[in-house]
């Protein structure tokens, strides 16, 4: 399923759409960090937010 689909474009993956949603609430929240284990937390908030976006996703087709 595509979000903001137009006659021109199909848009992005709704599950995409979730992802950068559930990763700017957490961003929001905690910050950027900085230094050495930067990367480490930029993987593992991005796996995180995926993993939001898929509950979402899933929520998403068990409602009536």
Not at 11 to 34: I, N, P, S, T
Request: net charge neutral; charged share 35%; no cysteine.
């Amino acid at each position: 399923m595509k979000a903001f689909p137009t006659h021109k474009e199909e848009g992005m993956d709704l599950r995409d759409y979730f992802a950068a949603k559930a990763m700017q609430g957490m961003l929001a929240r905690y910050g950027v960090e900085q230094g050495r284990s930067a990367d480490i937390n930029d993987r593992s908030g991005a796996e995180r937010a995926y993993k939001i976006a898929d509950a979402m996703m899933k929520a998403r087709d068990e409602t009536p």
